[in-house]
């Protein structure tokens, strides 16, 4: 890897061509470790995962552009601050929609890091897979 590390981080479920623009975007940015949100995750929105997990993080291993893979733990989806303290990424990529919604403990956990936060414009333009199952 890299020695800057960018962190990636969603449910990815299932993965589309709005997740490869979006992993693309982050790889310009340094090597990207990409923490796949638990199953949990999928269905507090409302939604039976597509595919589980480990299906999700062997995909997501599977692509070029992706470095490593993380496979997050809480249900909840409350570790991502503990996995950016874990890593200490140099940035973390989320999409625009996730601008001034990030959880305070993701935020704090950035912000004593000095990890970056950069935000994915063209997510704004793509639905996402919630959208896209509903129909």
């Given at each position: 890897?890299?020695?800057?590390i ?23 940015h ?7 949100a638990?199953?949990?995750?999928i269905?507090?929105?409302g ?15 599977a692509?070029?552009?992706?470095d490593?893979v ?16 874990h ?11 996730w ?13 004593d ?11 704004l ?6 959208e896209?199952?509903?129909?």
């Amino acid at each position: 890897m890299k020695s800057r590390i960018v962190l990636a981080d969603g449910c990815f479920d299932p993965l589309h061509s709005g997740h490869l623009r979006y992993l693309t975007f982050a790889a310009q940015h340094g090597s990207v470790l990409v923490r796949v949100a638990p199953d949990g995750v999928i269905r507090a929105k409302g939604r039976q995962p597509f595919f589980r997990q480990a299906e999700r993080v062997q995909h997501l291993a599977a692509l070029r552009m992706v470095d490593a893979v993380v496979a997050g733990e809480d249900d909840d989806g409350d570790d991502l601050s503990a996995v950016i303290r874990h890593y200490r990424p140099s940035a973390l990529v989320k999409g625009a929609e996730w601008e001034g919604h990030l959880p305070a403990d993701v935020v704090q956990a950035c912000e004593d890091l000095k990890t970056e936060l950069i935000f994915y414009r063209g997510s704004l333009t793509e639905r996402h897979s919630t959208e896209r199952l509903a129909g």
